[in-house]
């Protein structure tokens, strides 16, 4: 445990004390939430004309409502991306976790590691770790810029959903961490790594219910979005902000939790196979 606590709070220093770093990891979400969340607006895209009778316009904007809160479970588009956007910057944070083992193999400091009387998963899990509190705090600070650009909450949203909401992000970062950091345990360049990254996050993205529902998916692409990690958490995420009356998705929490178990067994079988001094 020493070990584990000495590693991932050396990460975590190496991270804040980049600030240019930190500033352009906010900038980006801010783009998307701020630009594109806030221009494309369906509910005023579709608004009826002004100057059709008033039984009409209010017959004819009560249906596009109910189509707009059918399709997207609320008539706040804004709402409905920022929602699926925050799965999606955690995957972008996660995604990068591995560049530390990379950079500490190329400059030596991974075989100080390797020689040192401490257990290979330990190196492994104290980046697991670091990325886990990285995109906590990543994520506040996107929560903070949702709530400044006007996202909605469902009646009853409280603390205890915040809570909620922190503890599936903290999952699913989980589940990324360990999967992409395995993934460079094996890399040794990280121009490779970074093509790898820039290769599974927007597919991962697009083939999920981050900008638009599953239901409105062809048919093979709504196969590959009901297995990917980020459809499951955009729906707890939209239960507890949109939905907040209604009850917890224990399917989709329960396929989080079992991805994260495997993937860290996963982790810890290869760290011990493949991290090894050179």
Do not use: C
Not at 25 to 32: N, R
Not at 57 to 72: E, M, P
Request: aromatic share 12%.
């Amino acid at each position: 445990m020493n070990a584990l606590i000495s590693l991932t709070e050396r990460e975590i220093k190496k991270w804040y004390r980049r600030k240019v770093a930190i500033v352009f990891t906010f900038i980006t979400p801010l783009f998307w939430l701020a630009l594109f969340g806030k221009s494309f607006n369906l509910y005023t895209l579709f608004r009826t004309p002004s100057n059709l009778p008033p039984e009409i316009v209010q017959i004819v904007q009560k249906t596009i409502d109910s189509i707009i809160l059918g399709a997207f479970g609320t008539k706040d588009y804004f709402t409905f991306i920022a929602t699926g956007m925050f799965t999606v910057f955690i995957l972008f944070s996660s995604m990068f976790s591995g560049m530390s083992l990379i950079f500490d193999r190329r400059l030596g400091f991974l075989n100080r590691l390797l020689v040192a009387p401490i257990r290979r998963e330990t190196i492994f899990f104290s980046r697991v770790l670091a990325s886990v509190v990285r995109s906590i705090l990543q994520f506040t600070g996107l929560f903070i810029m949702a709530l400044a650009l006007g996202i909605n909450f469902g009646e009853g949203f409280g603390a205890i959903h915040v809570i909620l909401l922190y503890l599936n992000l903290a999952l699913v970062s989980l589940v990324f961490s360990n999967i992409f950091i395995s993934m460079m345990i094996r890399v040794s360049e990280h121009d490779t790594a970074i093509s790898l990254a820039n290769l599974l996050n927007l597919p991962l993205m697009f083939a999920s219910n981050s900008l638009f529902p599953k239901d409105q998916m062809p048919d093979w692409l709504r196969i590959i979005a009901e297995i990917n990690p980020i459809t499951h958490s955009n729906k707890i995420v939209r239960t507890l902000i949109i939905d907040a009356s209604l009850q917890l998705p224990l399917d989709s929490l329960s396929y989080l939790l079992i991805l994260a178990i495997l993937s860290t067994f996963m982790g810890f079988a290869l760290s011990r196979k493949y991290l090894k001094h050179i």
